[in-house]
C-alpha cells in the first residue's frame, strides 16, 4: 500500500514494488491523476492494482482506507502523502495547517497501527514513513511543517525500537529537496512559491529507490546523498538557536515571503 502514489515519490515507490512483483493499493486524493497513474504502472508490469480516492487530511480516514482493502494481507505499507506549507505561523491558513498536521501526523500513525496488526500476526512486514531532512531541526517559515517531519522521524524510530524481533521493520526515509510537484505545492496560503536554491536536488527516481533499498534493509534512518546525511548531523554540533537561524537565512532565500 502506498499513499500519495499518483505522483512524485510515491509513484517512484509504487513502480519499484510494481517491478518486484508486489500487488499494489494506491492512495491519493486525485481520481484522474491516480488512474493515470495506474495505467502507467499497468503499462509496465503485471501487478493487480486497487485504487482509493480519499483526501487523507481527513478524520478517520485511515479506519476507511484500512476497511477498503476488505483483509487483504498488506506486506509494505508506504505512508507518503504529503504537503508542505511556507509562511511566518502569524499569517499561515489554519484549515489548510489542520490538515497538514491530520495528514503527516494522525493519518499516517492511524493507519501503521491498523496495518501492523496482521504484520505482527504474519510476523513480517515492511513500513516506510516518509519524513524530510527537515525532521532534524526546527523549521522557521515552515514550522510546522519541520516539526511534523520531526513527528515522523521520532515515532518511527521508537517503534523501529519496539518492533524489534518481530519481523516487521520501520524505515524513515528523510529526503533533502527533490525535483517533484511538492516544491511547487508549497504554499504561503494564497499562492504557490517556487524555491529558488536549485542547489542538491535530489531525483525522484534515486531518491525512491535509495529508501526502497533501505526498507527492505530494515534500516531505520535513510537520508538520501552524501551532503544531505552530513546536513542531518550538523545540528548535533551546533547550538540548537544557531542551526534554527541557519533554517530561517535559507527558508528567506528559497521562497518569496
Ligand atoms: N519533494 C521534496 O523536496 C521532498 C523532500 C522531503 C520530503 N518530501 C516528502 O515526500 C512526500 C511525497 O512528496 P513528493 O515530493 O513526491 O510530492 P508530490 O509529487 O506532490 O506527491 C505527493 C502526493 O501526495 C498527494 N497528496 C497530497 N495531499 C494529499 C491528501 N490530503 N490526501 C491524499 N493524497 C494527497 C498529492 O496529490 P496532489 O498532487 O493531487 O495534491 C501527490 O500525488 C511528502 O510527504 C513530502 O513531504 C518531499
Given amino acids: 500500500m502506498v499513499t500519495g502514489a499518483a505522483s512524485g515519490l510515491g509513484f517512484e515507490l509504487a513502480l519499484l514494488l510494481a517491478r518486484d512483483g508486489y500487488d499494489l493499493i494506491l492512495a491519493d486524493i486525485d481520481a484522474d491523476k491516480l488512474q493515470q497513474a495506474k495505467e502507467n504502472l499497468a503499462s509496465q508490469y503485471a501487478s493487480e492494482i486497487q485504487l482509493i480516492v480519499k483526501d487523507l487530511s481527513k478524520n ?30 502569524s499569517n499561515t491558513d ?5 490538515d497538514m498536521l491530520n495528514l503527516h501526523v494522525m493519518t499516517t500513525t492511524h493507519l501503521t497501527k491498523l496495518v501492523l496488526k496482521g504484520m505482527l500476526e504474519r510476523g513480517e512486514g515492511r513500513i516506510l514513513n516518509m519524513s524530510s531532512l527537515a525532521a ?8 510546522l511543517y519541520y516539526a511534523s517531519k520531526a513527528y515522523i522521524l521520532s515515532f518511527s ?18 529526503p533533502g529537496q527533490t525535483n517533484t510537484s511538492f516544491q511547487q505545492v508549497v504554499s504561503n496560503g494564497a499562492e504557490a512559491s517556487n524555491n529558488k536554491i536549485k542547489f542538491n536536488i535530489g531525483c525522484p527516481k534515486e531518491v525512491a529507490k535509495y529508501g526502497y533499498e533501505a526498507m527492505l534493509k530494515g534500516k531505520v534512518v535513510a537520508v538520501p546523498g552524501k551532503i544531505n ?18 533554517i530561517r537565512k535559507i527558508q528567506e532565500k528559497n521562497r518569496d515571503h
Avoid: Y
Fill in 60 to 89: 478517520n480516514v485511515a479506519e476507511q482506507i484500512f476497511e477498503a482493502t476488505h483483509g487483504k494481507p498488506i506486506d509494505v505499507l508506504i505512508n507518503n502523502a504529503g504537503f508542505g506549507i511556507f509562511g511566518t505561523f
Fill in 157 to 174: 524510530e521508537a517503534i523501529a525500537n519496539e518492533l524489534k524481533g518481530t519481523g516487521v521493520t520501520v524505515t524513515c526515509l528523510c
Fill in 229 to 246: 546525511r552530513f546536513l542531518s548531523r550538523l545540528p548535533r554540533f551546533l547550538p540548537r538557536r544557531t542551526s534554527t537561524a541557519i
Fill in 94 to 98: 489554519w484549515q489548510r495547517e489542520m
Fill in 136 to 143: 532534524f531541526q526546527p523549521g522557521p517559515l515552515m514550522s
